[in-house]
T-cell receptor
Framework: QKEVEQDPGPLSVPEGAIVSLNCTYSNSAFQYFMWYRQYSRKGPELLMY????GNKEDGRFTAQVDKSSKYISLFIRDSQPSDSATYLCAMSAISTLTFGKGTMLLVSP | DTGVSQDPRHKITKRGQNVTFRCDPI?????LYWYRQTLGQGPEFLTY????????KSRLLSDRFSAERPKGSFSTLEIQRTEQGDSAMYLC???????????????FGNGTRLTVT
C-alpha cells in the first residue's frame, strides 16, 4: 500500500459544477497537508496549505482534513475551464513532502 | 520574487552520457529540494539541502546521482552514465524554515525534462 492514495481520474465536469477531489493516507505522522495544481509541462503550484485537522477556505477553494479518518479533500466551487489541470495532494511529517499520483480534472465550457 | 528557476528546460541525451541540471531557488529560502516526476505519477523526493548541508537522500538516489549546493544558494544535480529509466521531469523546490519545524510549503520551479535515448 502506498503512503498516499489518490484517484488519477480523469474527472470531467461541466463549467460551474462543484468539484470534490480526495486523498487517503496511511502515515499517522503526517500533520501538514497541501494541494498543488499542475498544468501540463509546468511545475506544481501551491493552492492550499493546512496544518492538522479542520477546514480552510480561499476563494472558490476549500480544503478539509480529517486526521481521524486519514482523509483529505479539496472542493472547487463554480469550476471554470481554466481549472482544468492535474491536482496533487501532498503531505508531510517533518521535512519532506509525499505526493499522491494526482487527479486530472477537465472542466468543459 | 522571481520564483524558482531551473535550467535547462529540456535536455536530450544519449544513454551513458552525463548530464547536469541547475536550480536557482527563491533568494531568501534556505531549503532546497530535488524531486523526480514520471508521466502519470506525483513527484518523488530525491534529496534536500538546508543551506549548503545535504540533510536527507532518498533510496531512489542511486550512486549515479549527485547533488550539490556549494554556497547555500543555487544547486546542481548531476546524473552520470544516464539510463533510459532516468527519463523524467526533474523538479526543484525551495522553502524557508523556522527553527527545525517544517512550516513553510514548497515552491516549485517548472522542471527540467530529461529524455535519454
Amino acid at each position: 500500500q502506498k503512503e498516499v492514495e489518490q484517484d488519477p481520474g480523469p474527472l470531467s465536469v461541466p463549467e460551474g459544477a462543484i468539484v470534490s477531489l480526495n486523498c487517503t493516507y496511511s502515515n499517522s505522522a503526517f500533520q501538514y497537508f497541501m494541494w498543488y495544481r499542475q498544468y501540463s509541462r509546468k511545475g506544481p503550484e501551491l493552492l492550499m496549505y493546512t496544518y492538522s485537522s479542520g477546514n480552510k477556505e480561499d476563494g472558490r477553494f476549500t480544503a478539509q482534513v480529517d486526521k481521524s479518518s486519514k482523509y483529505i479533500s479539496l472542493f472547487i466551487r463554480d469550476s471554470q475551464p481554466s481549472d482544468s489541470a492535474t491536482y496533487l495532494c501532498a503531505m508531510s511529517a517533518i521535512s519532506t513532502l509525499t505526493f499522491g499520483k494526482g487527479t486530472m480534472l477537465l472542466v468543459s465550457p | 520574487d522571481t520564483g524558482v528557476s531551473q535550467d535547462p528546460r529540456h535536455k536530450i541525451t544519449k544513454r551513458g552520457q552525463n548530464v547536469t541540471f541547475r536550480c536557482d531557488p527563491i533568494s531568501e529560502h534556505n531549503r532546497l529540494y530535488w524531486y523526480r516526476q514520471t508521466l502519470g505519477q506525483g513527484p518523488e523526493f530525491l534529496t534536500y539541502f538546508q543551506n549548503e548541508a545535504q540533510l536527507e537522500k532518498s533510496r531512489l538516489l542511486s550512486d549515479r546521482f549527485s547533488a550539490e549546493r556549494p554556497k547555500g544558494s543555487f544547486s546542481t544535480l548531476e546524473i552520470q552514465r544516464t539510463e533510459q529509466g532516468d527519463s523524467a521531469m526533474y523538479l526543484c523546490a525551495s522553502s524557508s524554515t523556522d527553527r527545525a519545524v517544517f512550516n513553510s510549503p514548497l515552491h516549485f520551479g517548472n522542471g527540467t525534462r530529461l529524455t535519454v535515448t
